[in-house]
T-cell receptor
């Protein structure tokens, strides 16, 4: 079983749609969590951290459920510019800060 | 402006060659990482280092080694390149703990 698993997609949605990505992790010792965004032929960049209480940044909302070992990202009012691959990331702080990535979920927002 | 720099964007090597991929960061980060990225498989961790001369195997270390003689530089070595090592290689660095990792632009390595 992979340490971090995501639905690879692709998700094809119209502009203005709400889309949700899910991610599960297998190691209960995982200590911090992130969503990264990767544009085509570019390097990954941090989109947002995920906090236990859930957090929001504009149209983006991240949630963490430690009991179920589950992370989610919700994008409201999708824009064309949201088209990218979204990567779920787990930081193993108790292993020196090892970062484990999910395989990514591809999003394509259409006009 | 923070920076992680990988020495080459594109590289073509022959089977059996020894290949060095270099990565330098200017943020005084303790942690540095090497990943490879392949379609459908995402980013897979090859090795990471949490301090000078310290290294930890990731998920797919076979066929690779690393060197971290200075804090700012982390090198990935393919001892004898094989065609199944054709991939995009990404270097990253971060402070330990709950902080952002920064990536280099990647090296697309083709082994022929």
């Amino acid at each position: 079983r992979k340490e971090v698993e995501q639905d690879p997609g692709p998700f094809n949605v119209p502009e203005g749609a709400t889309v949700a990505f899910n991610c599960t992790y297998s190691n209960s010792a995982s200590q911090s969590f992130f969503w990264y965004r990767q544009d085509c032929r570019k390097e990954p960049k941090l989109l947002m951290s995920v906090y236990s209480s859930g957090n929001e940044d504009g149209r983006f909302t991240a949630q963490l459920n430690r009991a179920s070992q589950y992370i989610s990202l919700l994008i409201r009012d999708s824009k064309l510019s949201d088209s990218a691959t979204y990567l779920c990331v787990v930081n193993m702080n108790n292993q020196g800060g090892k970062l484990i990535f999910g395989q990514g979920t591809e999003l394509s927002v259409k006009p | 402006d923070v920076k992680v720099t990988q020495s080459s964007r594109y590289l073509v090597k022959r089977t059996g060659e020894k290949v060095f991929l270099e990565c330098v960061q200017d943020m005084d980060h303790e942690n540095m990482f090497w990943y490879r990225q392949d379609p459908g498989l995402g980013l897979r961790l090859i090795y990471f280092s949490y301090d000078v001369k310290m290294k930890e195997k990731g998920d797919i270390p076979e066929g690779y080694s690393v060197s971290r003689e200075k804090k700012e530089r982390f090198s990935l070595i393919l001892e004898s390149a094989s065609t199944n090592q054709t991939s995009m290689y990404l270097c990253a660095s971060s402070f330990p703990g709950t902080t952002e990792a920064f990536f280099g632009q990647g090296t697309r390595l083709t082994v022929v």
